[in-house]
């Protein structure tokens, strides 16, 4: 026939060939099903599967004192940039890749916190000058924050009528500047935070700063307690444990917060206007409990700053 193999020969050839074959798919298989590629925790970043978010202008906190100097663990953007931040081990328990859907995720738990706070965070605050955290940006510089973001885990409230722990997802905080500082002779330079997004149960709020009394000029406005500045507090929408995307615009007098595609919350108020503090922003996990059964996973798909 044809198509009839005659040649004993060329029957060897084959019989060697498909056992090669089948030898290699098997080999291919076995390899496949025994390796053991971790695609959340620790994953290395690729060109095509990267967190886009640019470090080279965000500080990173830590609630963690591992070299004993009685505050939080920080590290700064030469330490983070170019993917820096996956080559320290002790940052990798609390900021690390998620490669499944392209995330950076930031785990906080209760351990240690700020001088001017009682919680524990992991998370970034904006330099705008990297080597200065002394030069930041008024509301006549404006600034802008977007972000797309997920509450991914959070712990059961067991101490009050919430469900859940709360947490600060996105700020904007205040800082006296040096030279209200000289000229004042304040030994602090810790302003009180002009805007916090808080997650509580699902729904995200925004508590904005403004003042107690509206009369209130001159150096009196630098006071930064509750007697002169005080939460006005909006319900926001509910975003669950759903990913969201988030926009807070500052600029003279003037402050937007905008949930997905909703209509922006709009703050113009003579708070606003009076306002005598600079600002930086900052994003991450900010968690607002001290139970010890208390923790935190946020996850950023996104993030972006503009002046």
Same mark, same amino acid.
């Given at each position: ?28 298989? #076995?390899?496949? !099903?025994? /390796? ?8 290395? %970043?690729? *060109?095509?599967? +990267? ?83 002394? #030069?930041?940006? !008024?509301? /006549? ?8 973001? %997920?509450? *991914?885990?959070? +712990? ?152």
């Amino acid at each position: 026939m044809k198509f009839a193999i005659s040649s004993n020969a060329f029957i060897l050839k084959i019989v060697l060939f498909l056992t090669l074959w089948m030898s290699c798919s098997s080999t291919g298989n #076995q390899e496949e !099903s025994t /390796s053991n590629i971790p695609t959340t925790v620790n994953s290395p %970043q690729t *060109e095509n599967n +990267s967190v886009i978010i640019d470090f080279s202008n965000w500080k990173l906190t830590l609630p963690v004192d591992q070299n004993n100097n009685g505050s939080p663990d920080e590290y700064h953007p030469n330490q983070l940039v170019n993917f820096g931040y996956q080559n320290i081990e002790a940052v990798q328990p609390y900021l690390y890749n998620d490669l499944s859907n392209t995330a950076l995720v930031f785990y906080t738990f209760p351990e240690i916190s700020t001088s001017n706070s009682s919680y524990s965070r992991t998370e970034l605050r904006e330099l705008i000058n990297p080597n200065n955290a002394k #030069q930041n940006w !008024s509301l /006549s510089d404006g600034g802008e924050m977007i972000g797309r973001l %997920q509450v *991914e885990s959070i +712990s059961e409230d067991l101490e009050t009528n919430a469900n859940y722990h709360k947490v600060i997802v996105m700020q904007i905080h205040g800082i006296i500047t040096e030279e209200d500082m000289a000229s004042h002779g304040l030994s602090s330079n810790n302003g009180p935070p002009l805007i916090k997004i808080y997650w509580k149960d699902g729904y995200l709020w925004s508590h904005k700063k403004s003042l107690v009394d509206q009369t209130t000029s001159g150096d009196a406005l630098l006071d930064t307690s509750s007697a002169t500045w005080f939460d006005i507090k909006d319900n926001l929408g509910y975003v669950g444990f759903e990913a969201f995307d988030f926009r807070i615009s500052a600029s003279t007098g003037r402050v937007e917060v905008q949930l997905n595609n909703q209509e922006p919350l709009v703050y113009t108020d003579i708070s606003l206007n009076k306002w005598p503090f600079h600002n930086y922003f900052k994003a991450g996990n900010y968690l607002g409990t001290t139970s010890p059964n208390g923790f935190a996973y946020i996850k950023y798909f996104s993030l972006n700053v503009t002046h």
